[in-house]
């Protein structure tokens, strides 16, 4: 199922005309037109996220591995993955040492 926006994109830009949400300026005209370009060729413009993905923990490793290779079988890949959330199913206080996280991470990589 596809999220929808509730507005559509020319209605908000009205709105937030000038509204600068992430520091980094206002577009220009140009700018915006050719993002606006850039978004309506998008058309494979899938993001998956994935949240708490506990990589010390061999269960949740293979789940990730299982949800990942489905996306083999398909005609499209999407653009983005985007992992958030806590990496470690132990919280990460003094008694944690880094090198856990940085080997649960070349596993990932693997």
Known sequence: MKARCCRRRDALRGCLSGHDSFGSGTLTEQETLRLAKLERDAVNGNVVILSDIWLDNEEAMG??????????????????????????????????????????GRSLAS
């Open 63 to 104: 789940k990730l591995e299982r949800v990942l290779d489905a996306f083999e079988n398909e005609d499209f890949v999407p653009c983005l993955f985007v992992f958030m959330g806590n990496f470690c199913s132990h919280p990460c206080n003094l008694g944690f040492h880094s090198s856990n996280l940085r080997c649960a």
